[in-house]
């Protein structure tokens, strides 16, 4: 089963997706964390994109698309995918279903995380990561247990670069411009669900099982 994940800065894409791909054993296709990581080691993809991730602009499409497929292509034929962040423009769902259809890949199941524009501002403000294991924590709704310290792995916590408030509000300023039109790009497919992400992870998590149920 493939799924995508849809949805604002924010919304706990990243928190649910790591989850779920353990239950499911699917591999987890972050761009955001594929592209920090190139970043942090300085590749030539890292220092073609770091202008454009710490400002929190979208890289462009066709080399983000280049990205995802490589990697989906690397993979083998047999495994399964959860996209996380990926697409997130009209052209990059278009390359996706160009792609898919080509390689005889389903999209099963498309779930779009709703939250209110309100609470992503104190979610993103308040969200901490592991540099390392990328854990991702919150100081207000799941703060590590020892101050800035990664529970699963001990290493200081940071605050992404794009987290700043005044980033925040363009992210999610090209979030609407850019990225919610795809919205209607999918709304009308089988596999799609709109998910209620402002509850608990828990909740969330079980209201994602349930859609997925059957696929
Ligand atoms: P995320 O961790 O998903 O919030 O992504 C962090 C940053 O990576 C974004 O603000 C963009 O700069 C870049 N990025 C991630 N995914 C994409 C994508 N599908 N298209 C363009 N840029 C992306």
New binding site residues.
């Given amino acids: 089963m493939n799924i995508l994940f849809l949805g604002p ?1 924010g919304s706990g ?2 928190t649910q997706a790591k989850q779920l791909a353990e239950k499911l054993s699917l591999q987890h296709l ?4 594929a ?2 990581e190139a970043i942090g080691n300085k590749t030539p993809l890292g220092v073609e ?1 770091k202008s ?2 710490d400002s ?6 066709e080399l ?1 698309s280049r990205v995802v497929f490589e990697k989906i292509q690397q993979s083998g034929k047999s495994a399964s995918f959860l996209l ?6 009209v052209d ?1 769902a278009k390359a996706l279903d160009d792609f898919a259809k080509h390689e005889k890949m389903a999209l099963d199941a498309i779930l779009l995380f709703d939250v209110p524009a309100t609470d992503l501002i104190k979610r993103l403000t308040a969200r901490r990561q592991c540099p390392k294991c990328k854990e991702v924590f919150n100081l207000v709704t799941r703060p590590p247990k020892v101050k800035d310290t990664c529970d699963a792995c001990s290493t200081p916590l940071m605050q992404r670069a ?1 987290d700043q408030e005044s980033v925040i509000k363009e ?1 999610l300023d090209i979030y609407e411009r850019q990225t919610a039109p795809i919205i209607d790009f999918y709304k009308g497919r089988p596999g799609f669900h709109k998910i209620n992400a402002a509850q608990s992870v828990e909740k969330v998590f079980s209201d994602m099982v349930e859609a997925l149920k059957g696929k």
Avoid: A, C, E, M
Avoid at 30 to 33: F, I, V
């Fill in positions: 800065p894409k990243g972050s761009t955001g964390d592209f920090r994109i454009y991730v929190g602009r979208l890289v462009p499409d983000v996380d962040g990926y697409p997130r423009t990059q794009d992210r």
